[in-house]
């Protein structure tokens, strides 16, 4: 009980300083005029256009809500969309506590209101991820081959603000490394509990089973081409919902496509590093605006970078937050073992 505890502890509030210490070094990283000039870019800015990029992030959530009945309907499980809808946004607002906490909590919701099995819903919400990383691989690619030398130049850029070090003959041992000790001690653990517990070995193998079952879902869904147009909205959706507030500073509104491509896939990498992207996602998106600023405004352009990546960050975070406060209201608790609703059409 105290290990649990303690590791629950660990990946809530390790997280949360981490965001907090970048939001100071966002702040702490900038001068006096930089100040100025971030201060005077969030009065001034026209916030239309960061209105309109919540509908286009309200619009994303729809269809990915509605993209999920295409992996559900395969295993037998036909949920209603609002049903769907609200365990998917509750499960983002668990990932402001906990990261990567969202995922099984969307999958409890589920079976809290429709009686999925957490197994075969949180397997299709793995296909869904991996679908998500080869569109998100897809812009990666093509953000690539337009602008390469102006993202690894923000990449290296990025690396040296958030403390990480480059290779040099002292040999030292920087964030990556870190990174990749951390994740091979957990794989080392799991691997030795693995083979020496069989009580773990036979739920991990039954709950992997399970998982596959999610996963294989998304080769027998009846209708492939409305999962693939769901797939696109939601991808444009996000994009747009990223550029769109670029025109909310006058100065930001002209900066090349490239670069609102790099700060896109910058802030979406930068995410997964806080809970819901404190401290890092309007850090890395500063870094990436200010890159294309700095020409035109020498002076101004660490302060307008920082101020762009805040309004984008508190506009996602906002709505984010309010709408899974109110599916936290809504989503209903009564499914039973002796309610077969799920296996009846309700869309």
């Known amino acids: 009980m105290l290990k649990k505890t303690t590791l629950t502890l660990v990946k809530t509030v390790l997280p949360l300083l981490i965001g907090i210490y970048l939001f100071w070094l966002f702040f702490s990283s900038m001068s006096e005029e930089h100040i100025s000039s971030f201060k005077k870019a969030l009065r001034e800015a026209n916030y239309f256009w960061v209105f309109l990029a919540m509908i286009l992030e309200f619009i994303s959530l729809w269809a990915r809500a509605a993209r999920w009945k295409y992996m559900l309907e395969p295993m037998g499980y036909s949920t209603p969309w609002k ?3 609200h365990a998917m946004m ?3 607002l668990v990932n402001y506590t906990i990261p990567r906490a969202g995922e099984p909590t969307r999958s409890a919701m589920l079976f809290r209101s429709d009686g999925v099995p957490f197994g075969k819903s949180f397997g299709t919400i793995l296909a869904e ?4 990383v080869l569109m998100l691989g897809l812009i990666v ?7 390469y030398d102006d993202l690894m130049a923000i990449l290296n850029e990025i690396e040296t603000q958030l403390g990480g070090s480059k290779t040099d003959a002292t040999g030292g041992i920087g964030i990556k490394q870190i990174i990749y000790i951390v994740i091979a001690c957990l794989v080392i653990a799991v691997t030795l509990v693995y083979f020496l517990s069989k009580k773990f070995r036979e739920k991990l193998t039954k709950f992997i089973k399970e998982i596959l079952n999610g996963v294989f879902a998304i080769f027998k869904t009846k209708n492939p081409g409305g999962f693939i147009l769901y797939t696109f909205v939601i991808w444009i959706c996000w994009v747009l919902m990223f550029i769109i507030p670029f025109y909310a500073l006058k100065e930001t509104s002209n900066v090349a496509f ?5 700060g ?4 979406t990498l930068g995410m997964s590093f806080t809970n819901g992207g404190i401290g890092v996602y309007p850090l890395v998106v500063g870094l990436v605006v200010s890159f294309y600023l700095k020409a035109d405004y020498p002076t101004e352009a ?3 970078g920082n101020a762009l990546g805040m309004i984008i960050w508190l506009g996602n975070t906002f709505i984010m937050i309010l709408l899974g406060l109110i599916s936290l209201a809504l989503l209903p608790k009564n499914y039973s073992n ?3 609703t799920t296996r009846e059409s309700t869309e």
């Open 83 to 85: 049903h769907r809808y």
């Open 90 to 92: 509750i499960g983002y």
């Open 129 to 132: 991820r991996a679908v998500d």
């Open 141 to 147: 690619g093509i953000t690539m081959l337009i602008g």
């Open 258 to 262: 490239t670069g609102m491509l790099i």
């Open 264 to 267: 896109f896939v910058v802030g």
């Open 302 to 304: 660490r302060g307008l």
């Open 338 to 340: 002796n309610d077969d």
